[in-house]
């Protein structure tokens, strides 16, 4: 009932910069949290950085200091600004939604991914 989607991924060089979009769409009343995972082939997901609705940030701290995170609520969508990528910054990037439908049912919503390859 909340559809995610994300842009913005692709190939860029050691020390560019990338951002990533995701849009939330349906049957939405609020939205608490809204973040970015990152997953690398043969390793687990991990968070990536985290944003509620209060505005309040945090980061990995792998990315602290070179992501920012942030959100345009009149949009329902959430941004991943990344900067001085590096190699093992390579992975696929998923957001994930949470917050409560107009039914007030709670969701927690996933996007489909998107990759970022960064070049040495």
């Known amino acids: 009932q909340v559809q995610l989607v994300e842009s913005g991924g692709g190939l860029v060089q050691a020390g560019g910069s990338l951002r990533l979009s995701c849009a939330a769409s349906g049957n939405i009343f609020s939205i608490n949290s809204m973040a970015w995972y990152r997953q690398a082939p043969g390793k687990q997901r991990e968070l990536v950085a985290r944003i509620y609705s209060g505005g309040t940030p945090n980061y990995a701290d792998s990315v602290k200091g070179r992501f920012t995170i942030s959100r345009d609520n009149t949009k329902n969508t959430v941004y991943l600004q990344m900067n001085s990528l590096n190699s093992g910054d390579t992975a696929v990037y998923y957001c994930?939604?949470?917050?409560?439908?107009?039914?007030?049912?709670?969701?927690?919503?996933w996007g489909q991914g998107t990759q970022v390859t960064v070049s040495s």
């Open positions: 994930d939604v949470d917050g409560r439908l107009s039914t007030g049912a709670r969701y927690d919503s």
